[in-house]
Each structure stands twice: as structure tokens, then as C-alpha cells.
């Protein structure tokens, strides 16, 4: 185990803890670009500085994207069951993730990355399952874009400078997409993030609670 390379996991899924179980947007989406502007240099040797620099900017950019639509404070769903029980599923993939390295295969990337992907797929598979509303289910993906392309880094070594912008535009454009129905979500809803059967459902309860005179 490399202590640099350690280091770097731990903040990655720190980050991506944070972005699945935070409720306040703008803090989530905080974490979600934490985990991506490290998870590049989760490799062994360090990718090209062509590729770095695209996947920083894709990071910066769907981060950017995803500000603007939680800029007004609108709070997300976050995790049912909390930031602890987030970072305890974390940890015991990442430990399965590490006892794992190579699947059976002759691996020529570091068990670190590999760690580092299996805890963001955990966690990201569950905010997906679970999430009740589009900014957290659209985070959950981003981050599982992220868990898969370590555990590639992990099983095939550093990625050529082709397959990192390739990344990169995927990052963006998912992160693009999540901010616009993120957006679109918030003027057709009671102001929060609920996917449209949840924004139904909550509209029933408030049509219960207040029901309409008759003009």
C-alpha cells in the first residue's frame, strides 16, 4: 500500500460520501467534485498531463453546472439512514475492493483505485435505488462513473490520454444533464428536487391537507 495513494482514496470516498448524504445541495454537489478532481490521480503513473487536464475541467464544469442549479439552497433528499451508516458501506467495499485487486486477473493498477471504486459504486448503487429525487439519483450516477473508471484504472493500469477524454466529455455532459432536469425539477414541483411521482404525491398531500374552494 502506497501512503500517497491511500491518502488520495480516502479523500475520493470522503468525497463521494458527502455528496450522497448531504441534504444541502450546494455541500453535496461540494463533495461530488472533491471525489472527481482526485479520483484521476488515483493512478500509477499519473495520466498524461492532456488527460488530467481534461478530467479536471470536466469535474469543474459539471460541478459549475450543478451549482447553479442548487444555488438557491434548495435542500436534496440526502441519505435515509445518515452519513455513518454511508461511510461504514463505503468502508466495507473498499476493504472487499482492496482484498480484491485484480478479480482473479494479474492487475497492473494499484489497489488503491480499486478500493476507492468499489466503495463509490456502493454507495452510488444505493443513493440510484433509493433516492427520491433527481439531484441525489443524478449525483449517484456521476459518482458511479467515477467508481467504475477506478476499478478499470485498478485492473488496467493508467488509461491512455484517448480514454481519459472520453471520460471526461461523459462526466460533463451527465453532469450537464443532471443540472437541467435538476432545474426543470424545481419549476415543476413544490420547489424541491422529487422525481415527477414524487412531486405528484406530495402535491396530493398538500391537496388533502388544503383543499381548493370552488370558484
Known sequence: MTPTLAGLAVVAIAGAVVAVSAREGRIAVLGL??????????ADPVAAPLGLAA?????????????????GGQPTDGSRLGWPA????????????????????????????????FAMIAIALAAIVTGRDILRVGLGLVIML?????????????????EDLSLAS???????????LA?????????????????????????????????
Not at 55 to 71: D, I, N, P, S
Open 146 to 162: 467515477g467508481g467504475v473508471g477506478l476499478v478499470r484504472v485498478a485492473l488496467l493500469g493508467t488509461p491512455p490520454v484517448l
Open 55 to 71: 478530467r479536471y475541467l470536466a469535474a469543474v464544469l459539471a460541478g459549475y453546472l450543478l451549482w447553479m442549479a442548487v444555488r
Open 86 to 117: 454511508e461511510a461504514l458501506t463505503a468502508a466495507g467495499a473498499a476493504v472487499v475492493g482492496y482484498g480484491t485487486h485484480g478479480l482473479g486477473l494479474t492487475a497492473t493498477g494499484p489497489a488503491e483505485a480499486q478500493a476507492a471504486g
Open 183 to 215: 432545474t426543470a425539477a424545481l419549476g415543476d414541483g413544490p420547489g424541491d428536487f422529487a422525481l415527477a411521482g414524487e412531486a405528484g404525491r406530495v402535491r396530493s398531500r398538500a391537496d388533502r391537507r388544503h383543499p381548493r374552494r370552488p370558484s
Open 33 to 42: 467534485v472533491v471525489a472527481l478532481l482526485v479520483a484521476p490521480v488515483l
Open 170 to 180: 461523459l462526466v460533463a455532459a451527465l453532469g450537464g444533464v443532471v443540472a437541467t
